[in-house]
Structures are given as structure tokens and as C-alpha cells.
């Protein structure tokens, strides 16, 4: 690894932090936006080196955005912390390596990371070379509602009682309070909604064990990713129950490839062929990910670095 350099940069007036890698400083750029809302990402860096070995062929940036991991060092680094903001933050950071780099970056969101670069390929197509959204966040509405009928008729199917009975106690979405959110999360990810060969209590182990074996990350640093992720998801429940990128996005300047898990149970496949559908976009696609549901870069890995690598070439050839 030619490059490994970990930085902090001034994004909308607060402290945030990169982690940047690659063998070779003329690869592309590309910018990996985490999915949560409030997950890290530079403890991931380990992880994606090893399942997509990106770093051989782009100058990877992990970002732990404001609200999330390192980045929440500073008290004054925790607020106000909104979809708009984190869109903007996306879009310094975007110029930063513009500037920096003088070319365009790819852009790989994940989840609600993804509804962040599109928002922000939308205002500055300028300084994206491609955008890979994977299981975006696209109707807030749709969304809860699949998470929720998904987990509670699950739990009928098991007969488990717990489930049963914590879910019917919340009602259906929208979950504006954290607590609620946080209850149809745990269930929709105990039954495969998130991924099909994790639950919920793996997912939060193997969270914290990355973080741990992260160099990047103070036991100080681990306590405050953990309570940032509760708090980074109340800030922004109201704005993900009311979402709808078909009416509010329906235009973005850039190439744009929609990774989508066949059994995705957070972020559900008909909102995805919908949103496809209606957005106006230079070219697109919409991949089926058949054996993944909310992580197909993790439950696929070679055909997501596949797809990753198809993108750079298509890109490289038009230059």
C-alpha cells in the first residue's frame, strides 16, 4: 500500500475525518459514504481491503462523516446534524479532493450514504465522475412499512412471542421516536432484513470488534461512535419517514448505477424499480443483487467489485 494516510479536513465548519488508500495516486478517486444513518466507516477500511481489494485500482476515501466514529472528537462536532448538512459536507469534501486530485470522483453510498451523494451529484454533477447508490434510501413511507409488516410477520411465522409482542407494542410506522426505530431495526435485522446470514446481535459485535481493532479509533473514540449512532438516527428520524426522492429528486447530471439486494428488507426493491423508473439521469442501471438483501457489497463482494470495476472502465473509455 503506497498511500495510507489517516487526516483530519474542515467540512462545514466542524472536525471530520479521512482515511485515504491505494497503490497507486493516478487511480481514480473514489468516496465511500457510509450507510446508518450514524455508522462509521474508517473501521471499515480493513474489511473492504480484504472482500474487494479496492485499493488496487481507485484511491479509496473512507469517511467518517459528521456525527459518526472519530469525527465526534469535539463537543461543537455533534450538532446540527441534517440531511442538507451532510449533503453539504459531501459536497467540500467532494471539492477538497477535486482540488486535490483534478479529476472527478466516484461516489459509492450506502444506504441513507447513498440518498447523501445523490443529493450531492444532483447539485455538483460537476465533480462526479459516477454514482453507485446501494440500497438507497428512497421513500421513507415504504420503507418503515416494509421493515415493520416484514419483521412482525416473521415473528408470527416463528411463533416468537418477544417479537411479536415488542413490535405490536410500537404499531406500525412511522417511528419518529428513537426507541420505536430502534425496535423495528433489531427485528427487521434479527430475521434477514438487513442481511441474509447476520441478525442484529452479530451485526452490533461485529461492529464493535472493528472498531476496536481499529487503529483510528480511542476507547473514547468507541464509546462515542456507539452513543452517535443513537443520536445521529433521532436527529434525522423525521427526515427519513418523509423521504421521497422521486418527488424531490428526480434529476441527477451523472451516470448513476442502483446496486439493489433481492431480499432487502430496509430499503425495498419496488421503491428501487420506482425511483429508477422516473429519475432522469445521462445513463443508468438498476442490478439485482439475488442473493443479498441491504448489503450486497458485503454479501457479494465479487460482483459488487465487478460492478465497481465495469464503471471505471466505461468511464476511462469515454475520457
Excluded at 64 to 93: F, H, K, N, W, Y
Amino acid at each position: 500500500m503506497k498511500l495510507d494516510t489517516l487526516e483530519a479536513v474542515q467540512l462545514g465548519g466542524t472536525t471530520q475525518w479521512i482515511r485515504v488508500r491505494g497503490t497507486d495516486a493516478a487511480n481514480p478517486v473514489l468516496l465511500l459514504i457510509q450507510q446508518g444513518p450514524g455508522l462509521p466507516m474508517l473501521n471499515d477500511a480493513s474489511r473492504f481491503d480484504r472482500l474487494l481489494g479496492l485499493e488496487e485500482d481507485f484511491t479509496v476515501v473512507y469517511w467518517d462523516q459528521r456525527g459518526c466514529g472519530r469525527s465526534l472528537r469535539r463537543p461543537q462536532d455533534r450538532t446540527d446534524i441534517s440531511t442538507e448538512r451532510m449533503v453539504a459536507d459531501t459536497i467540500s469534501l467532494l471539492e477538497l479532493l477535486h482540488d486535490r486530485y483534478h479529476r472527478h470522483t466516484y461516489v459509492a453510498g450506502f444506504s441513507f450514504g447513498a440518498t447523501v451523494g445523490a443529493y450531492a451529484a444532483a447539485q455538483r454533477p460537476d465533480l462526479v465522475a459516477t454514482l453507485v447508490a446501494v440500497g438507497m434510501d428512497i421513500d421513507g413511507t415504504a420503507a418503515g412499512n416494509a421493515a415493520y409488516h416484514f419483521a412482525l410477520d416473521t415473528a408470527r411465522e416463528r411463533g416468537n412471542r418477544r417479537a411479536i409482542r415488542q413490535l405490536e407494542a410500537i404499531g406500525p410506522p412511522p417511528h419518529l421516536d428513537g426507541k420505536q426505530f430502534a425496535t423495528r431495526v433489531r427485528w427487521a435485522t434479527t430475521f434477514g432484513g438487513v442481511s441474509t446470514n447476520e441478525t442484529y446481535g452479530s451485526l452490533v459485535r461485529g461492529l464493535l470488534a472493528s472498531l476496536i481493532r481499529s487503529s483510528d479509533y480511542s476507547a473514547g473514540d468507541v464509546l462515542r461512535t456507539v452513543r452517535g449512532v443513537t443520536a445521529t438516527q433521532a436527529a434525522l428520524l423525521p427526515e427519513l419517514a418523509s423521504m421521497d426522492l422521486v418527488r424531490d429528486l428526480p434529476r441527477i447530471d451523472v451516470p448513476v448505477i442502483m446496486a439493489q439486494g433481492r431480499h432487502d428488507h430496509v430499503a425495498p426493491g419496488d421503491a428501487a424499480q420506482r425511483y429508477f423508473d422516473a429519475l432522469t439521469a445521462p445513463s443508468k442501471q438498476l442490478v439485482w443483487f439475488e442473493n443479498s438483501a441491504h448489503t450486497p457489497q458485503l454479501e457479494e463482494p465479487e460482483r459488487f467489485r465487478n460492478l465497481l470495476m465495469s464503471a471505471r472502465a466505461r468511464q476511462l473509455a469515454t475520457a
